[in-house]
């Protein structure tokens, strides 16, 4: 099985709101990331946990605020979020921070209205 | 600084054989990935390659020179389902980088 599972899949939020991102996977996995991408671009970095401790950070703002619950959970918490913050964001796994394959999700679609 | 190039789009027959070439300028290097990513959907994992050489998984191909930064990927058989972006990403100092993505357009 070498399948991590976001939701939702779509996600419709309001400046205001406070939402959240899910995604796990149940490969043994002890690397997680956030990626945020937009159009016709590649994926763009945001956080990654190694062992479950965040060890990057790529400047996010604190708009976004990621979680892990434990080593299955990754959660990226949303709070007064803007128009270009809408993206796809993908979660991804790896075995280890050192390179092995790395699996995508299959995403979920923000829009900030 | 870091760096990688890839074609931004190609054009391909049906039936036919497309190599995609990736080169890259990294300060790190623990693996290269090729992804596959059709229009609105999430990267698929295609191929990781650490070790020079070719690594052959069905209809794709991809091989590796370390000492050129020089990767390609292989497409044989071409069906119009390849239509997607490819992506090569290189794994250096615990982060993915990424190149922009080649847009392969196959033609009937």
Same mark, same amino acid.
């Given at each position: 099985?070498?399948? =991590? ?42 956080? =990654? ?62 829009? =900030? =209205? | ?108």
């Amino acid at each position: 099985d070498t399948e =991590v599972t976001q939701t939702p899949k779509h996600l419709v939020m309001g400046m205001t709101n406070k939402k959240s991102l899910k995604c796990e996977q149940h490969m043994g996995h002890r690397a997680m990331y956030w990626y945020k991408q937009k159009a016709k671009k590649p994926p763009e970095l945001m956080f =990654v946990y190694s062992y479950e401790k965040l060890s990057i950070n790529e400047s996010v703002p604190s708009r976004f605020s990621p979680e892990c619950p434990n080593s299955s959970l990754l959660n990226l918490h949303l709070h007064a979020l803007q128009p270009e913050d809408s993206a796809l964001y993908l979660c991804a796994s790896s075995s280890g921070p050192s390179g092995n394959t790395i699996y995508f999700g299959e995403g979920s679609w923000l829009t =900030v =209205v | 600084g870091q760096n990688i190039d890839q074609p931004t789009e190609m054009t391909a027959t049906e039936g036919a054989i497309v190599q995609i070439n990736c080169t890259y300028q990294t300060s790190g290097f623990n693996g290269l990935f090729w992804y596959q990513q059709h229009a609105g959907e999430a990267p698929t994992f295609l191929s990781y390659n650490v070790l020079d050489g070719l690594e052959e998984k069905g209809r794709f191909s991809s091989f590796l020179s370390r000492s050129k930064g020089y990767s390609y990927l292989l497409l044989k058989e071409l069906q119009m389902k390849d239509s997607a972006s490819y992506l090569c990403a290189v794994y250096s100092n615990y982060q993915l980088i990424w190149g922009a993505g080649t847009k392969l357009i196959i033609k009937p």
